[in-house]
Nanobody, 119 residues
Framework: QVQLVESGGGLVQPGGSLRLSCAAS????????MGWYRQAPGKQREWVAT???????NYADSVKGRFTISRDNAENKVYLQMNSLKPEDTAVYYC?????????????WGQGTQVAVSS
């Protein structure tokens, strides 16, 4: 059993900042990556950012330069610092944990946290 719990969402004005947190617990072994995805109303879930166990980061073009992903390997936590937020960043943000189970990548998801960017 693996549980992911996100926090830090909320309502913010355009240009503002938020920091999302995600804590993973349970039977966590062989972590590949941790990351964030988001889903806006009426749209498919899209990838936002990923960080490997070695700290290598990748970002979607839409958030590059504005968002920063980081992780605490000892605590199995991942963070997303979101700056210069835009209305189009409004979405439910999901934490993702990818484990290697018997040589097969398996994804786990949090319940999501709402981010709303509006004046």
């Amino acid at each position: 059993q693996v549980q992911l719990v996100e926090s830090g969402g909320g309502l913010v004005q355009p240009g503002g900042s938020l920091r999302l947190s995600c804590a993973a617990s349970g039977s966590i072994f062989s972590i590949l990556d941790m990351g964030w995805y988001r889903q806006a109303p009426g749209k498919q879930r899209e990838w936002v950012a990923t960080i490997s166990t070695r700290g290598i980061t990748n970002y979607a073009d839409s958030v590059k330069g504005r968002f920063t992903i980081s992780r605490d390997n000892a605590e199995n936590k991942v963070y997303l610092q979101m700056n210069s937020l835009k209305p189009e960043d409004t979405a439910v943000y999901y934490c993702n944990l990818r484990l290697l189970l018997q040589r097969i990548p398996v994804d786990y998801w949090g319940q999501g946290t709402q981010v709303a960017v509006s004046s």
